[in-house]
Structures are given as structure tokens and as C-alpha cells.
């Protein structure tokens, strides 16, 4: 059974930086690419950023390049999300989620439960 667990989720200050982490099971982590996705209060689920399975071509949001760095462990079967310069727009819940083959942009099948992020003084 394909599970991912987030984590790391929480309140921050404007400017902060927080580490969402994604613990995967169930699958072989190194052989498919990973995605995060985010949905703010009352608006739609948006990608933030892919990486391929071996840990090529991460790609971004617009309004997240620059201060969000996505990286993967595949030796712990885990995959991060570096954010900093966090901002109130940046609120929402975010998922994990697996990709359908070795690269990000080739479609995404299972989700994680999300973990909310909160960025407020």
C-alpha cells in the first residue's frame, strides 16, 4: 500500500523559512518522480514544484522560485521542501504527491494527508 506522510508543517512569521518533509512507503521512491502541491483556504489545488525520480530537473511555481528548494533523499525515502522568505500568501495545506513514472511532469497519482503551513505575525 502506497503511503506519504508529511510533516513539518506550522505557524511562521513573514520571512521565515520552514522544512516540509514527505516519508514514502509502499513503492520503490527512487524509481518515480514527486511533486508538491498546495491548497490555500477556498481556492483550488496548485502545483509548487516536481522533482525527477533521480533527482533531475526541479522545477517550480513562479511565485515560489527562488525561495522554495524541493530535494529528495531516495537512500531514506523521503522527499523535502525547503521554504523560505515564507509569505502570507503562501498559507495553505500542502501534499506530497507521487508521480506516475521517472519524470514530474508525467502525472501524479497518490497524496499524502498534507500538513498546513501558516504564515501570519
Known amino acids: 500500500e502506497v503511503q506519504l506522510v508529511e510533516s513539518g508543517g506550522g505557524l511562521v512569521q513573514p520571512g521565515g523559512s520552514l522544512r516540509l518533509s514527505c516519508a514514502a512507503s509502499g513503492f520503490t521512491f527512487s524509481m518515480y518522480a514527486m511533486s508538491w502541491v498546495c491548497q490555500a483556504p477556498g481556492k483550488g489545488v496548485e502545483w509548487v514544484s516536481g522533482?525527477?525520480?533521480?533527482?533531475?530537473?526541479?522545477d517550480y511555481k513562479d511565485s515560489m522560485k527562488g525561495r522554495f528548494t524541493i530535494s529528495r533523499d531516495n537512500a531514506k525515502n523521503t522527499l523535502y521542501l525547503q521554504m523560505n522568505s515564507l509569505k502570507a500568501e503562501d498559507t495553505a495545506v500542502y501534499y506530497c504527491r507521487k508521480g506516475r513514472n521517472q519524470w514530474w511532469n508525467g502525472g501524479m497519482d497518490y497524496w499524502g494527508k498534507g500538513t498546513l503551513v501558516t504564515v501570519s505575525s
Open positions: 522533482i525527477n525520480s533521480d533527482g533531475g530537473s526541479p
